[in-house]
């Protein structure tokens, strides 16, 4: 099936309330641009310098999402453009995504990444440390991030319930912030092989990448 046709699919299978981001990571603009004109607008990438490429070079109206784990040093790059950041797993990293953002007069949207996978190569905090860095007040001092939910990556496993655990954990976590932190409004979990399971388990936002646009090249 075409990316259109892959685009068509998913969007019908997903709630209202599902936002879709379409992972186009090593992907080429070309594919991109097909899926754009299906009415596709919101693009993650986990490279920061292949997203500012392909910023440069795509229509204006694209929201941007860094899915990816993120280097402070690299924030700087696209603090003028990126709409909302995934993977932010410490206050160091927030207060350095606030800088940026200042300079560019800009509030930038971000999700706290919660450790959920038993990988040790997944990045996170823990529920306690997501906690205390939403009530520390060096975090109230931040005037250009927004805080607006949480994101998980479940382990990298066949294990259909193993997964649903990860997920349902997210959700309780979820849930258990909202209770004092009313901004959080977005849940992002779920990706091409189990998408539908995390809606089951709360999402709101899926990342899904190879449903739509074929496999991954990894030699990039």
């Not at 099936?1 to 090593?26: C, D, F, G, R, Y």
């Not at 606030?98 to 706290?112: E, S, T, V």
């Not at 349902?168 to 849940?187: E, G, M, P």
Request: hydrophobic share 35%; proline share 1%.
């Amino acid at each position: 099936m075409s990316i259109q046709q892959n685009l068509e699919k998913i969007k019908s299978s997903l709630p209202e309330h599902v936002t879709l981001v379409a992972v186009s990571k090593t992907k080429p603009i070309s594919d991109l641009m097909e899926a754009y004109n299906a009415g596709q607008r919101i693009f993650g990438e986990n490279k920061i310098q292949e997203m500012v490429d392909k910023h440069k070079q795509m229509p204006k109206d694209i929201v941007w999402h860094m899915i990816g784990h993120v280097q402070r040093n690299k924030v700087k790059y696209m603090a003028s453009f990126v709409s909302l950041i995934h993977g932010v797993d410490n206050l160091k990293l927030l207060k350095e995504i606030n800088k940026q953002a200042k300079k560019q007069d800009r509030i930038i949207d971000c999700l706290l990444q919660i450790k959920i996978a038993s990988e040790e190569s997944k990045f996170g905090m823990t529920s306690s440390e997501a906690s205390t860095v939403l009530q520390s007040e060096e975090f109230s001092e931040l005037k250009n991030i927004n805080v607006v939910g949480l994101m998980g990556m479940s382990t990298f496993i066949d294990n259909k319930s193993q997964i649903k655990s990860e997920f349902n954990y997210l959700k309780q976590t979820f849930n258990k912030l909202v209770s004092s932190h009313k901004q959080l409004t977005t849940l992002s979990m779920g990706m091409s092989g189990d998408y539908q399971l995390a809606i089951d388990c709360g999402s709101n936002m899926v990342r899904v990448g190879s449903s739509i646009f074929g496999r991954r090249n990894y030699s990039i």
